[in-house]
């Protein structure tokens, strides 16, 4: 079933009306822009205008009622890439069978050889809270690596370590051995290849990334398989 936990939110026009009607983005500035649509009584014409679900909006007359938040798990597939079109791999989005797929993105996209849980909404806020670095939340990987780990390699991540390119180290992150070259590694961030480049700084390479958990979120559907998440679920990231 579609729930609508967060269904109260705060959005900008342009997105309103697209998730009101069948228009285009491009067509929905330009109605907002030509005076086609009333916030609270008055005629709008800043597409960029924050409006609330509880506000009265009309678009030639008619009041706009946007469809409900989606909040979906999925389960990403080597060799598919976190974007809505193909690009040198396939999208992820193309075993997502759905309405007003366009309006969906990617909280939290995973390189195109990595596999597991992928978060997907188009509840912007939403997945600014889980993306957030300042708001701690906790993404589990299964690592496989080229070669055993040294035995301070735990200490060094707790601490951070110091990534090509950056300034700083990254944040405290939490490392469980499975087996001489396979490890479960929990992270708080994000960064550009962050899991490989954190393995390069030791001395090691990732041959295997699969991301299992993110929050209280558990992977638990097949490989290429989906599912809206439940409201406890979503309701864990607020």
Sequence with gaps: M??????????????F????TELSKKDAIQCIQNGDVCVNGDITINEATQVHENNTILFNGVTLKARAFRYILLHKPAGTICSNIDEVYP????????????????????????????????????SFHITQPV????????????????????????QGVQLQGEQGLTRPAELVNV???????TITEGK???????????????VGLHREKIGEVQLDVDVGQWRYLTEDEIRSFG
């Design 17 to 20: 009306v697209c998730k009101s």
């Design 179 to 185: 087996s001489p070259r396979e490890v479960l590694l």
């Design 192 to 206: 550009f290849h962050q899991v490989k480049r954190m393995f390069a700084a030791v001395g090691n390479r990732v």
């Design 135 to 158: 708001n701690d939340c906790r993404k589990v990987y299964r690592v496989t690596l080229s070669r055993a780990l040294g035995d301070d390699v735990a200490m060094k991540f707790k």
């Design 91 to 126: 999208s992820l989005f193309n075993g997502l069978d759905i309405d007003h797929a366009s309006e969906l993105h990617i909280a939290g996209r995973l390189d195109a050889d990595t596999t597991g849980l992928v978060l997907i909404t188009d509840d912007g806020r939403w």
């Design 2 to 15: 579609l729930l609508t936990v967060f269904m109260l939110s705060i959005m900008r026009l342009d997105k």
